[in-house]
């Protein structure tokens, strides 16, 4: 819990930090983007999941039977992605990501803004979440 505190901190202080840990949760500072950036076994994901919107996407992923339309990811392998999820990353303890602060992690940049979160791979794919428009690419 130590290690995450000042992880915490430091993301508050100083935009543009490169984290080595595992998984790493933040927010958006009205608290309606919640976000993760994990490795596991060797593949970085970058995941947002919004508690209110006015849907862009309106076609569920492909064989999908879980939730969708709230949840946008992207790999640090291709394009961002529209989620079939089970789970959320809304945590109200996520520490703020202040608007013009980013946090990288594997080839994957989040970057906060006032229009609200972009998450890019170094092959310049992934996604821009607000509540009013969500955007994959």
């Not at 505190?5 to 100083?14: G, H, K, T, Y």
């Not at 990501?97 to 946090?103: K, N, P």
């Not at 006032?114 to 607000?130: D, I, L, P, Q, Y």
Request: charged letters at 15%; proline letters at 4%; glycine letters at 12%.
């Amino acid at each position: 819990m130590r290690l995450r505190s000042v992880l915490q901190i430091c993301l508050m202080l100083a935009p543009g930090l490169a984290f080595a840990d595992e998984y790493f949760g933040f927010q958006s500072p009205t608290g309606n983007i919640h976000c993760s950036i994990h490795d596991y076994q060797g593949v970085t994901t970058a995941r947002c999941d919004l508690a209110e919107l006015v849907p862009s996407h309106t076609k569920p992923p492909q064989n999908c039977e879980l939730d969708w339309g709230a949840t946008f990811a992207v790999d640090d392998r291709g394009l961002g992605y529209l989620g079939c999820v089970g789970d959320t990353v809304r945590d109200r303890s996520n520490p703020v990501l202040g608007y013009g602060q980013a946090v990288s992690l594997g080839g994957i940049s989040c970057v906060s803004a006032r229009t609200g979160m972009t998450c890019t791979n170094a092959g310049g794919h992934g996604f821009s979440v607000a509540k009013a428009r969500q955007r994959l690419y």
